[in-house]
């Protein structure tokens, strides 16, 4: 049963780079079935998917954060990271990692997420 | 981007009792659609894919529907573990967009 578990700092000052690292056990983070994505929930909102990377190293970022987002992969350690630039308190929200898999057709698509962590932007 | 609408954003529903919760899609997904239940301090946990099958271990009172554009989630039979809030989530396209949720409530 794969595992995920986000880490990172919970507080972020504004225009700073928000960096966080989901770990990956109970599977292998290199399996050419698997993507690792990043999703976001603002407090009381919906959820807002940021992105994926795959082990290969290919990403698919949301447009509407792709000018502040990059991910990758480190296969050694089992980790997959994010980072966002400059962010300001509308970045404040709870970050999830989870892990894609293709359903037969479409994009891959999360089934397993971690538990999440919140991340507040504040001076 | 794909936009997904959930209604109602609150369904009140008493044990025992049918609910029937809608999501809709701005354009045809085909049924490239999932549904995840989500428990207050809980990450959302995938219920449905592909619009109608139930994903591991998830009890036969969850049932989906639908293709293109309208869907339906519908859980007959309420049980006490079942109130909670639902998200409905396109994968057709690209970037992955999520209605608002659906919290069901007791009556």
């Known amino acids: 049963q794969v595992q995920l578990q986000e880490s990172g700092p919970g507080l972020v000052k504004p225009s700073q780079t928000l960096s966080l690292t989901c770990t990956v056990s109970?599977?292998?983070?290199?399996?050419?079935?698997?993507?690792w994505s990043w999703i976001r929930q603002h407090r009381g909102k919906g959820l807002e998917w940021i992105g994926y990377?795959?082990?290969?190293?290919?990403?698919?970022?949301n447009p509407s954060l792709k000018s502040r987002v990059t991910m990758s992969v480190d296969m050694s350690k089992s980790q997959f990271s994010l980072k966002l630039s400059s962010v300001t308190a509308a970045d404040t929200a709870t970050y999830y990692c989870?892990?894609?898999?293709?359903f037969g057709s479409g994009s891959p698509s999360p089934d397993c997420w971690g538990q999440g962590v919140l991340v507040t932007v504040s001076s | 981007e794909i936009t997904v609408t959930q209604s109602p954003a609150t369904l009140s529903v008493s044990p025992g009792e049918r609910a029937t919760l809608s999501c809709t899609a701005s354009?045809?997904?085909?049924?490239?659609l999932a549904w995840y239940q989500q428990k207050p301090g809980q990450a959302p946990r995938l219920f449905i894919y592909?619009?109608?099958t139930r994903a591991t271990d998830i009890p036969a009172r969850f049932s989906g529907s639908g293709s293109g554009t309208e869907f339906t989630l519908t859980i007959s039979g309420l049980q006490s573990e079942d109130f909670a809030v639902y998200h409905c989530?396109?994968?057709?396209?690209?970037?992955?967009?999520f209605g608002q949720g659906t919290k069901v409530e007791i009556k």
């Open positions: 989870a892990r894609e898999v293709g």
């Open positions: 109970g599977g292998s983070i290199s399996s050419s079935d698997h993507y």
């Open positions: 990377i795959h082990h290969g190293g290919s990403t698919y970022y």
């Open positions: 354009q045809s997904v085909n049924t490239n």
């Open positions: 592909g619009a109608s």
């Open positions: 989530q396109q994968y057709n396209n690209p970037p992955l967009t």
